[in-house]
């Protein structure tokens, strides 16, 4: 039962290296290094959450193999991924730069947690009762009797 736990956590731990096949990697050890660095910053275009390094999409293989051409013509890591970019658009990157076109995306989620909180502290403030101080009316005649029959009822 341990072993077959293990296998399969060293399965799970190796699957995004099963993306990579054989005939992508480059024979010289240092360019197939910075062609799989470059590859986990680059996105997959088909499933949007995982680095073309992790992914099995036909896409991610083509972008993987370009990258390599890149890499083998000899462009530098910075030219290789302008390269990219310039054919599949910023989206392809998984950490796009800080810029106007992207300030949406870097800064909207803060500022939407902003606005909700500053929100939800007004809405707070402004509900009845909420007012620091503000007593409770005491019970008139009627009510209190209407509570004892209440409370009476449930009693018994």
Same mark, same amino acid.
């Given at each position: 039962?341990?072993?077959?736990?293990a296998?399969?956590?060293?399965?799970?731990? %190796?699957?995004?290296?099963? %993306?990579?096949?054989?005939?992508?990697?480059?024979a010289?050890?240092a360019?197939?290094?910075?062609?799989?660095a470059?590859? @986990?910053?680059?996105?997959?275009?088909?499933?949007?959450?995982?680095?073309?390094?992790?992914?099995?999409a036909?896409?991610?293989?083509?972008?993987?193999?370009?990258?390599? @051409?890149?890499?083998?013509? /000899?462009?530098?890591?910075?030219?290789a991924? @302008?390269y990219?970019?310039?054919r599949? /658009? @910023?989206?392809?990157?998984?950490?796009?730069?800080?810029?106007?076109?992207?300030?949406?995306?870097?800064?909207g989620?803060?500022?939407?947690?902003l606005?909700?909180?500053?929100?939800?502290?007004?809405?707070?403030?402004?509900?009845?009762g909420?007012?620091? /101080?503000?007593?409770?009316p005491?019970l008139?005649?009627?009510?209190?009797?209407?509570?004892?029959?209440?409370?009476g009822?449930?009693?018994?």
């Open positions: 039962m341990t072993r077959a736990l296998l399969l956590i060293a399965l799970l731990v %190796a699957a995004p290296s099963f %993306a990579v096949t054989p005939q992508e990697r480059l010289d050890p360019l197939e290094s910075r062609a799989r470059l590859s @986990q910053t680059l996105r997959c275009l088909v499933c949007q959450n995982e680095s073309i390094d992790e992914s099995n036909d896409l991610a293989h083509d972008i993987r193999v370009l990258l390599r @051409q890149r890499l083998l013509a /000899g462009d530098s890591d910075a030219q991924v @302008q990219i970019v310039a599949y /658009g @910023q989206f392809v990157l998984l950490r796009p730069p800080v810029e106007p076109a992207t300030y949406v995306l870097w800064y989620p803060g500022a939407l947690l606005v909700a909180g500053l929100s939800a502290v007004l809405w707070l403030r402004r509900r009845p909420a007012a620091a /101080g503000a007593a409770v005491p008139t005649d009627a009510e209190r009797q209407r509570l004892e029959h209440l409370l009822d449930a009693e018994r």
